[in-house]
Nanobody, 117 residues
Framework: VPLQASGGGLVQAGRSLRLSCIVR????????MGWYRQARGKQRESVAR???????DYAESVKGRFTISRDNTKNMVFLQMNSLKSEDSGVYYC????????????WGQGTLVTVSS
């Protein structure tokens, strides 16, 4: 499995979760990575991105609450989610940065986050 996200679960609004993703590739350290989410009935959207050099970018809806990070020694990318809201619920996926994702890219099963209000 090239990408495997974990760490989701059921949490009350206002609480935190930390998602993890292991990326099985030899070129992880030179690749930008991202976290994406898909709420029920909606299209998948980009939530956070991190460049190979560690620069980060966030969707407006999560700025100040979510933090993306990476560990190049372990081929892992993380998403710390604080002050969760019900609208953060959805399936979260990790993948390469949007510009590196082509049609037919592997997405895996993602990890489900459910925030109860």
């Amino acid at each position: 499995v090239p990408l495997q996200a974990s760490g989701g679960g059921l949490v009350q609004a206002g609480r935190s979760l930390r998602l993890s993703c292991i990326v099985r590739t030899d070129i992880f350290s030179i690749m930008g990575m991202g976290w994406y989410r898909q709420a029920r009935g909606k299209q998948r959207e980009s939530v956070a991105r991190i460049s190979s050099g560690g620069e980060t970018d966030y969707a407006e809806s999560v700025k100040g609450r979510f933090t993306i990070s990476r560990d190049n020694t372990k081929n892992m990318v993380f998403l710390q989610m604080n002050s969760l809201k019900s609208e953060d619920s959805g399936v979260y996926y990790c993948n390469y940065e949007p510009s590196a994702i082509g049609p037919g890219a592997y997405w895996g099963q993602g990890t489900l986050v459910t925030v109860s209000s």
